[in-house]
């Protein structure tokens, strides 16, 4: 009797295990965006299995508009949007990091799907599917937080943010120095980020914040020039 339930066991051990032979961690379903904005939805594989696999990830359906385009990016390389699946090799016990599809939004708002499967090369049986809804809203207008000879730079969207916002300027000046700092309701800096004139807008990553009230300001040439408030919510 003890045999029969250890062999039973261990084939519900191994059918676990072979069920498991991979997943996608960290998956978020829901995205919102503006019109005129690059999306980059993360594709992660985890490959439990104690070989190299070659997974397919296929772009099974969209809905998108005419003005938009999506397309398969590792890392900086990416693909024309006439291809509809990707194929990596996945090491044993790697999680493939650096594949996404990438969105570019276009010019009108709306709701939008897609949905990808994912299984092991010539094992279709494996396959997972999941969908991601997209959102793509209307830009608000923001208002100009200050303006000088030297720069103008626009009031920080959204506000309150959950995981990321911009702040979008224009350094009029190429020899003036311009950063923000954030910095928390005690004073105690967190972020720094230089503003050179080859860029016009700073991404304001907040995935680490904890959630509550910070501040950040404009420097300019090494003098705090405003101030303004920055709420995080999780």
């Known amino acids: 009797m003890k045999v029969w339930a250890l062999l039973v066991c261990i084939a519900i051990t191994s059918l676990v295990a072979k069920a498991q032979q991979f997943d996608l961690p960290d998956i ?43 397309y398969f990016c590792l890392d900086k390389n ?30 009108i708002a709306g709701q939008h799907t897609l949905k990808f499967q994912v299984y092991p090369k010539g094992n279709n049986a494996e396959m997972k599917e999941y969908q991601v809804n997209i959102q793509v809203q209307e830009r608000i207008e923001k208002p100009v937080l200050f303006h000088s000879k030297d720069i103008t730079i626009q009031d920080v969207y959204p506000n309150p943010v959950q995981d990321y916002a911009f702040i979008e300027y ?18 105690k800096p ?4 230089e503003l050179p004139t080859s860029e016009t807008r700073v991404k304001l990553q907040t995935e680490e914040y904890t959630a509550g009230i910070y501040f950040y300001t404009l420097y300019l040439d090494g003098n705090g020039i405003i101030t303004r408030k920055l709420i995080i919510r999780k």
């Open 190 to 193: 967190m972020d720094e980020f």
């Open 170 to 187: 224009r350094l009029h000046n190429e020899n003036a120095k311009a950063k923000l700092i954030i910095h928390n309701i005690l004073g």
């Open 78 to 107: 990416c693909l024309e949007t006439t291809f509809t699946e990707f194929s990596k090799r996945v090491e044993p016990g790697e999680t493939l990091q650096k594949l996404a599809f990438v969105l570019e939004t276009g010019l």
């Open 28 to 70: 978020q379903e829901n995205y919102q965006t503006m019109i005129g904005e690059t999306l980059r939805i993360p594709i992660k594989i985890t490959n439990h299995s104690d070989k190299p696999v070659f997974y397919i990830i296929r772009k099974a359906q969209t809905d998108l508009g005419e003005s938009q385009k999506g």
